[in-house]
């Protein structure tokens, strides 16, 4: 049983930063590439970041690449994306993900997910 919880999320202005962490539970951490997506209202949900094992292989989606960073912490069983310059486009419900040993940015290829945390970027 994979569980992973999300946290950080909130309120922020235009310009402003957040970093996102997720614990994970159930798994033996290494063994997993893991992910950020995220959804906002009426909308499909989208890739953000994913990362390899050891973090030494990344991936980003174009809207946030050179703003957002994902890294991991394997002592912690823990993934973080940190977000800086933030945008209202970035304005969604963002989600973590796991998938055994392959990175992917494909929402399909994950089959663990958080229930989300939300971030809301006023302009």
């Known amino acids: 049983q994979v569980q992973l919880v999300e946290s950080g999320g909130g309120l922020v202005q235009t310009g402003g930063s957040l970093r996102l962490s997720c614990a994970a539970s159930?798994?033996?951490?290494?063994?997993?590439?893991m992910g950020w997506f995220r959804q906002a209202p009426g909308k499909e949900r989208e890739f953000v970041a994913a990362?390899?094992?050891?973090?030494?292989?990344?991936y980003y989606a174009d809207s946030v690449k050179g703003r957002f960073t994902i890294s991991r912490e394997n002592a912690k069983n823990t993934v973080y994306l940190q977000m800086n310059s933030l945008k209202p486009e970035d304005t969604a419900v963002y989600y973590c993900?796991?998938?055994?040993?392959?990175?992917?940015?494909?929402?399909?290829?994950?089959?663990?997910w958080g229930q989300g945390t939300q971030v809301t970027v006023s302009s």
């Open positions: 990362l390899n094992w050891n973090g030494g292989r990344t």
């Open positions: 993900a796991a998938r055994p040993y392959v990175p992917s940015t494909a929402t399909d290829d994950f089959g663990s």
């Open positions: 159930g798994l033996t951490f290494s063994n997993y590439a």
